[in-house]
């Protein structure tokens, strides 16, 4: 299995332009969720999902939007970014099954740079 | 989902143990208290979780007071790539629960 995987790990946006985070998770896990980090600071949550068609806003969503096809991908796109997204951005998976479980798998992080 | 408070920061001995502190005097009965830790820039990683009785495994035990308003992450013998910072969560189970939100956490440095 290859966990949560996130493309792409480095990316420099100029300002008004937009695109889009990708992660996708190969472990049939129905929660995913993306995060941003700062330096210096904890993570914050934007955007979860806890299934197909199923989303909701986190802490710091403005700015931000995803969807949710398919149970393996959670894409987070940047409609016109701004100086202010730029930051480190994870993306995290896992079951919501098996009550007492559900540890939280990271991907690696997207280090996204807006000019 | 519960709200957690952590110490800023802490240091340890290398070799000696460290203890982490989180108080979560919110938490409700369904929610368990999950710890995780973000060496460097990587993406967290999981270390242990609970309910009520305390817990341990391969990397570090947990223990949650009786009423469960607070609980501490144990690293028996800390090495130096135990420094991360250590993030300590309420989670609950069920669809609608599920908005995970992360506190600052504690940045450990193992001195050696």
């Known amino acids: 299995n290859a966990g949560v995987t996130q493309t792409p790990k480095f990316q420099v946006l100029k300002t008004g332009q937009s695109m889009t985070l990708q992660c996708a998770q190969d472990?049939?896990?129905?929660?995913m969720s993306w995060y941003r980090q700062d330096p210096g600071m904890g993570l914050r949550l934007i955007h979860y999902?806890?299934?197909?068609?199923?989303?909701d806003q986190g802490e710091v969503p403005n700015g931000y939007n995803v969807s949710r096809s398919t149970t393996e991908d959670f894409p987070l796109r940047l409609l016109s970014a701004a100086p202010s997204q730029t930051s480190v951005y994870f993306c995290a998976s896992s079951s919501l099954g098996r009550v007492g479980t559900g540890e939280l798998f990271f991907g690696e992080g997207s280090r996204l740079t807006v000019l | 989902d519960a709200k957690t408070t952590q110490p800023t920061s802490m240091d340890c001995a290398e070799g000696r143990a460290a203890n982490l502190p989180c108080n979560h005097s919110t938490i409700s009965g369904n929610e368990y208290v999950y710890w995780y830790r973000q060496i460097h820039s990587q993406g967290p990683q999981y270390i242990i979780h609970?309910?009520?009785?305390?817990e341990t495994n391969e990397m570090a035990s947990l223990i949650i007071t009786e009423d469960r308003k607070s609980s501490t992450l144990i690293l028996p013998h800390a090495t130096l790539r135990d420094t991360a910072v250590y993030y300590c969560?309420?989670?609950?189970w069920g669809q609608g629960a599920q908005k995970l939100v992360f506190g600052q956490g504690t940045r450990l440095t193992i001195n050696p």
């Open positions: 609970g309910l009520k009785n305390n």
């Open positions: 969560i309420g989670r609950a």
């Open positions: 472990m049939n896990h129905e929660y």
């Open positions: 999902s806890v299934g197909a068609g199923i989303t």
